[in-house]
């Protein structure tokens, strides 16, 4: 199979496992720290965080830069594969 | 694959979704340890345990970069690879979101060592700048994510290639389960941290454990998948750089 299919396929699968839960399920879907906390404090309800984070960003610049996490990753690797195969199309000519 | 496999691989995705639907969705503790939340003997526990594979992980770097600096661009790749999948927080069927841990494609490439050295400053990055995870805790998130994860991945591929010879299917189960071992450890670590009045470190283990196990499978297959992907593309354009991973690696072996 020719691998523009095989990736279509494999794309169309990691959404659905992603889209299917937002639709059929419902939760606030939130971030989970805020859930562990409280499962230690149940499970010992004395225990004080001794050291807190050394600062915490506003949400939105928060999501900034998660935004700025995955386009430097992305970038990166489409940079990389961009290189791979330029080269590749370049040894076929040659 | 045929449209009979799709629609019989879709099938089994519904099915899956509504499996996990009609158990009651809770909240998952699927992230990494908060800042603080560990107490200091454990800490320190973690951070010893980790320390000693950060040093054997540079050493590994270095090597890597010296014998072979044609594989630059691949380290970075695998480094890269885990920088976006941690960013990408994914709703699950429990309700809550987490996200995947990229470490198995690394590991598979270049053997456990170096993600250890990848992994941790990935997470370090979400340790400072996110207050995600934290720098108490960063030795107990490294060890799980950046240490443990990366050698279960390591391992299943090595199996699943030689008991299968299938190594589309072999990079799938490193990277899925390089990404799940991360969360069941974690648990373990909360667990003994925090071990339940009645039942002790195993009854925690399962509360944590077997809470986010089921949040973190449907990520760990997306994890896989998408792993399986950018192999493809590997593959498909950068058999040179493969195959010398394949001559000073001793990991990878071409199909």
Known sequence: MKIRTHSFILIAIIVLLAVLPLIFVSGDFGGADDAAEGLIQTLAPSYVPWFSSLFELPSETESLLFALQAAIGAGFIGYAIGVFKGRASRDKDV | ?255
């Open chain 2, 1 to 255: 694959m045929t449209f009979k496999k799709m629609l019989s691989t879709l099938m089994l995705i519904f099915g899956f979704t509504v499996y996990l639907l009609l158990n009651d969705p809770q909240q998952a503790y699927a992230m990494h340890i908060m800042e603080g939340f560990l107490p200091l003997k454990w800490v320190l526990i973690w951070w010893a345990v980790f320390l000693p594979f950060f040093v054997l992980g540079l050493r590994s770097l270095i090597r890597i970069t010296k014998e072979a600096p044609e594989l630059k661009m691949m380290l970075g790749l695998a480094g890269a690879f885990t920088f976006v999948l941690s960013a990408l927080k994914i709703p699950s069927v429990t309700g809550s979101s987490s996200h995947p841990t990229g470490t198995g494609l690394g590991a598979v490439m270049f053997g456990p060592l170096p993600m250890s050295v990848l992994g941790s400053i990935v997470l370090l990055f979400q340790a400072v700048l996110l207050a995600h995870g934290g720098l108490t805790t960063l030795g107990a998130n490294a060890f799980s994510m950046a240490v443990a994860g990366p050698i279960v991945g390591y391992w299943a591929y090595k199996v699943m290639m030689k008991s299968t010879g299938k190594q589309k299917l072999s990079i799938f189960t490193a990277a899925a389960l390089a990404d799940l071992s991360t969360y069941v450890i974690t648990s373990i670590q909360l667990a003994l941290a925090f071990p339940a009045e009645h039942g002790g470190v195993w009854a925690s283990f399962l509360k944590f454990g077997g809470i986010f196990a089921i949040t973190q499978i449907p990520l760990a297959i997306s994890e896989g998948l998408l792993t399986v992907l950018i192999w493809n593309w590997l593959q498909a354009y950068s058999s040179n750089e493969l195959s010398i991973l394949q001559r000073t690696m001793k990991g990878v072996r071409e199909s």
